[in-house]
T-cell receptor
Framework: DGGITQSPKYLFRKEGQNVTLSCEQN?????MYWYRQDPGQGLRLIYY???????QKGDIAEGYSVSREKKESFPLTVTSAQKNPTAFYLC?????????????FGPGTRLTVT | AQRVTQPEKLLSVFKGAPVELKCNYS??????LFWYVQYSRQRLQLLLR??SRESIKGFTADLNKGETSFHLKKPFAQEEDSAMYYC??????????????FGTGTQLKVEL
């Protein structure tokens, strides 16, 4: 493994606090993605970025924010506006557009908000 | 809008039996379809894509545009096939090609 890393593995926060999840890749991939995985709902796309300094909302972007200041990094901030933040978060990257290229996934971060 | 449906949450088969994991999609254009797999304690990874038309670990999947399906098949299930399988769709070059839409996944359990 390696290539794409997420930290921490487990994260606990109090309700009302913003929290930032880290995603780093050393694969020299242009595209990066954030998904949320909930039981019975599969993977849902939060945000994606095709290139540095550019990103687009996915299907469930409300309550989340991202930045892409460096090619290798795509941090996700879960804000207090996210109504149901407790979930398993997956980061992925691909060398080019998702539809044409394999996505490589990180190990995930499990966020618990109480 | 892109949509992927995997009707079975859990599929249990005996070792050596044929496997078919169902995937249906909704997309108005020409889609790109994928199967991703997550083995226990491993990362989610690509299993196969329809454009490659290849067999991986004995699995094949044929895109049926008439039935809007991309079912995953294997003639003889092995114990090591037990995993969570996700079908995914992209709009390809013509549209929506920058993101994947995943189904809800099917847990395959191969019993001895």
């Amino acid at each position: 493994d390696g290539g794409i890393t997420q930290s921490p593995k487990y994260l606990f926060r109090k309700e009302g606090q913003n929290v930032t999840l880290s995603c780093e890749q050393n694969l020299n991939h242009d595209a990066m993605y954030w998904y949320r995985q909930d039981p019975g709902q599969g993977l849902r796309l939060i945000y994606y970025s095709q290139i540095v300094n550019d990103f687009q909302k996915g299907d469930i972007a409300e309550g989340y924010s991202v930045s892409r200041e460096k090619k290798e990094s795509f941090p996700l901030t879960v804000t207090s506006a996210q109504k149901n933040p407790t979930a398993f978060y997956l980061c992925a990257s691909s060398i080019g557009p998702a539809g044409l290229n394999e996505q490589y996934f990180g190990p995930g971060t499990r966020l618990t908000v109480t | 809008a892109q949509r992927v449906t995997q009707p079975e949450k859990l599929l249990s088969v005996f070792k050596g039996a044929p496997v078919e994991l169902k995937c249906n999609y909704s997309y108005s254009g020409s889609p790109e379809l994928f199967w991703y797999v997550q083995y226990s304690r491993q990362r989610l990874q690509l299993l196969l894509r329809h454009i490659s038309r290849e067999s991986i670990k004995g699995f094949t999947a044929d895109l049926n545009k008439g039935e809007t399906s991309f079912h995953l098949k294997k003639p003889f299930a092995q114990e090591e096939d037990s995993a969570m399988y996700y079908c995914a769709l992209s709009g390809g070059l013509t549209g929506g090609g920058n993101k994947l839409t995943f189904g809800t996944g099917t847990q395959l359990k191969v019993e001895l």
